[in-house]
């Protein structure tokens, strides 16, 4: 099976950087997104890595190293919009994504 | 294009009664994936399609929970008989290729 982990709750004010990190434990590895949830709201996608290194997309990047079964989401110049919860997951060669159980970013002025 | 559409919004239900859900995806994505979540458990991939063929239905919960897509653009998911348990917010998604998956808005499934 897979499991994935990261942080239960992230604060940070508006205008920092925060990092979110994410491990996981998986066979068939493809590659790892990530998605932001607004309360009431639906997961939207961020971000897909499959390959080492970083991707930029704006204000945010994300990070894959698949030799240490790990990744990040990096949210620069925080904006109060930001507050949501963002969950990493992973995409197997069996087709489908597992979900980690989310990361609540608060994020004060 | 609409994104991915679902229906109803919003179920309210007496346990024991039949729950349909409906879900029209992004035409062109390949693959479907209802999913449920709830704060417990988080999000729980129920049931995935690859080309309107069942690829992986490990993580439906019981015989109660049934799901069909006859075509590209429509898949329902079932439930009878309903129980409180089964009160949650159930997500349809595509994708083309896996990459990543665009969300319906939810259904929001209450049964009291």
């Known amino acids: 099976g897979q499991s994935l982990e990261q942080p239960s709750e992230v604060t940070a004010v508006e205008g920092a950087i925060v990092q979110i990190n994410c491990t996981y434990q998986t066979s068939g590895f493809y590659g790892l997104s990530w998605y932001q949830q607004h309360d009431g709201g639906a997961p939207t996608f961020l971000s897909y890595n499959a390959l080492d290194g970083l991707e930029e997309t704006g204000r945010f990047s994300s990070f894959l190293s698949r030799s240490d079964s790990y990744g990040y989401l990096l949210l620069q110049e925080l904006q109060m919009k930001d507050s949501a919860s963002y969950f990493c ?9 597992t979900f980690g159980d989310g990361t609540t970013l608060t994020v004060k002025p | 294009d ?34 449920r979540q709830t704060m417990m458990r988080g999000l729980e991939l129920l049931i995935y399609f690859n080309n309107n063929v069942p690829i992986d239905d490990s993580g439906m919960p ?46 929001r499934l209450t049964v009291v």
């Open chain 1, 89 to 97: 997951a992973v995409n197997t060669n069996a087709g489908k994504s």
């Open chain 2, 2 to 35: 609409a994104g991915v559409i679902q229906s109803p919004r919003h179920e309210v239900t007496e346990m024991g009664q039949e729950v349909t859900l409906r879900c029209k995806p992004i035409s062109g994505h390949n693959s479907l994936f209802w999913y």
């Open chain 2, 62 to 107: 019981e015989d109660r929970f049934s799901a069909k897509m006859p075509n590209a653009s429509f898949s329902t998911l079932k439930i009878q008989p309903s129980e409180p348990r089964d009160s949650a917010v159930y997500f349809c998604a595509s994708s083309l290729e896996g990459r990543g998956y665009t969300f319906g808005s939810g259904t």
